[in-house]
Nanobody
Framework: QVQLVESGGGAVQPGGSLRLSCGVSGSIFTVFSWGWFRQAPGKQREFVASISNGGDTNYADAVRGRFTISRDNSEKMVFLQMNSLKPEDTAVYYC????????WGQGTQVTVSL
């Protein structure tokens, strides 16, 4: 059974930074592209960033230049470094395969406010 476990969220002030981590178990990891997604209150889940098995990255326009996605194939981990955080980044953040998603994990809450 595939498990996706996100961590690293928290409450920060605008301009702050957080590093999210996602541990993947029960799945082949290396061959897939993995992504981060987020869901703000009252909104649909949206794409944030992805990284291919070759290390190519892609970002949503709203986060490009502020967020950096990375992966550790040996540890089956995906990371999201978030800098210059804005209140509009407030959401629950999830990781999953870029396409053909597995069941979603619990996510990790990120709150950006004064």
């Amino acid at each position: 059974q595939v498990q996706l476990v996100e961590s690293g969220g928290g409450a920060v002030q605008p301009g702050g930074s957080l590093r999210l981590s996602c541990g993947v178990s029960g799945s082949i990891f290396t061959v897939f592209s993995w992504g981060w997604f987020r869901q703000a209150p009252g909104k649909q889940r949206e794409f944030v960033a992805s990284i291919s098995n070759g290390g190519d990255t892609n970002y949503a326009d709203a986060v490009r230049g502020r967020f950096t996605i990375s992966r550790d194939n040996s540890e089956k981990m995906v990371f999201l470094q978030m800098n210059s955080l804005k209140p509009e980044d407030t959401a629950v953040y999830y990781c999953n395969r870029r396409v053909s998603s597995y069941s979603w994990g619990q996510g990790t809450q990120v709150t950006v406010s004064l």
